[in-house]
C-alpha cells in the first residue's frame, strides 16, 4: 500500500465500547464532504468485534472513503514500551503517537480525529491548510496556556517553558508525516512522558505540548469546538467528558440531538443512551489495568535482574 496524491487521510483510534461515536463521526465526515478529494479514513481498533467492523463500513456511502482497519495489536506489540501514567485514559490514546507505523510510505500529510466528534463542514477545508515550515496543527485548549492549574504543564517552569505559552487540545491534530518521522517524534514524546509521567493528567497530550512548545501552528477555534459552549457555526464539534451515548451527558442539547442525527443514518439508529456506570466503571477498569501491569512489569524486571 502506497500514499495516493490527491487523497486526504485521516485516522482515529477507538475500542468496542466507543465504536457508536465513531459511526456518527463517520457519517458526519461522509455528507459534508462535498470536493473531488477521497478520503482514506484508518481505523485502529482495540479488538473490535466482527460485527462492529462490519457496521463501521456501512456508515459511508457513495464511495467518497475507503476505510482501513488496524489491530492494535499490530502496532504496538510490546506495550511496556507505554509510559504508565496514572490517569484513566486507556493505553490505546497513544496510538496517535505511532501514526508512522500504519499509514501507507509517502504519506505527507495526516489529521488526526478523536472518536467523539462530529464534523460539519467539508473536511478538505481543514486538509488544504498549509503547515508551512510547522509539523503539527492544533487548535488551543481550553486551559489557554501551559500554566493553567487544572491542565497546561504543572512543570513548566522545570522544564524551561514560558508560562505564557499556548497549549493545544490533542484531539484534532494535523501532522506534516514527513518531518514528524525524519525527526523520531514518536520516540520524543514517549519519552517525554516517561520522563515526566506523574505530571501527564492528559497523557500524550501533555507530551505534545512540551515537544511541540511553541512549534505548532494555531487553526481557528472552529476546528475543534468543545460541546460545553455552544458557539455560532463550528467546523467540528468535540464532546469532551461525559458523551452523548450516556444519560448523564449535560452538556449543549442541541449539539446532541445533532449528533444523533447522524448516528440515525447508521447501523446504531436505534441505539440509547447508557447508563453513567457504565463510563465510571470503565475509568476504573482502565486504572486497575494500569496499576496491575505496572506491577507485572516491575516483578518481571526484578526477576531479570536478579537472574
Known sequence: MTASKGVISIFTVTDNHFTVLLAALLKSINMNHQSDEHINFYIVGDNLTPEHKAN????????????????????????SRLPLDGSSFPLIVYT?????????????????????????????????????????????????TVS????????????????????????????????????????????????????????????LNVVFANQWLELESGWNSYSS????????????????????YNYS?????????????????????????VRLLKKIRNRIYKKLYRLLTNIFKSVQTNK
Open 56 to 79: 463501521l463500513e456501512k456508515c459511508t456511502s457513495s464511495g467518497k472513503i475507503t476505510i482501513f482497519r488496524i489491530d492494535l495489536k499490530d502496532i504496538i506489540k510490546d506495550k
Open 96 to 144: 496517535r503517537l505511532f501514526f508512522p507505523l500504519f499509514l501507507p510510505p509517502g504519506t505527507e500529510k495526516v489529521i488526526y480525529l478523536d472518536v467523539d466528534m462530529i464534523v460539519r463542514k467539508d473536511i478538505s477545508l481543514l486538509w488544504n491548510i498549509e503547515l508551512g515550515d510547522k509539523i503539527i496543527a492544533g487548535v488551543p485548549d481550553r486551559s489557554g
Open 148 to 207: 493553567s492549574s487544572w491542565g497546561g504543564i504543572p512543570n513548566y517552569k522545570e522544564l524551561g517553558i514560558a508560562q505564557d505559552t499556548k497549549y493545544f487540545n490533542s484531539g484534532l491534530l494535523v501532522i506534516n508525516c514527513k518531518k514528524w518521522i525524519e525527526a523520531d517524534f514518536t520516540g520524543k514524546n514517549i519519552n517525554c512522558i516517561s520522563e515526566n509521567t506523574k505530571y501527564a493528567n492528559f497523557p500524550d497530550q501533555y507530551g
Open 229 to 248: 459552549v455552544e458557539k455560532k457555526d463550528p467546523h467540528i464539534i468535540h464532546f469532551i467528558g461525559i458523551k452523548p451515548v450516556y444519560t448523564s
Open 253 to 277: 442539547q442541541k449539539y446532541k440531538d445533532e449528533f444523533y442525527s447522524y448516528l440515525r443514518l447508521t447501523p446504531w439508529a436505534n441505539f440509547k443512551p447508557i447508563g453513567n456506570h
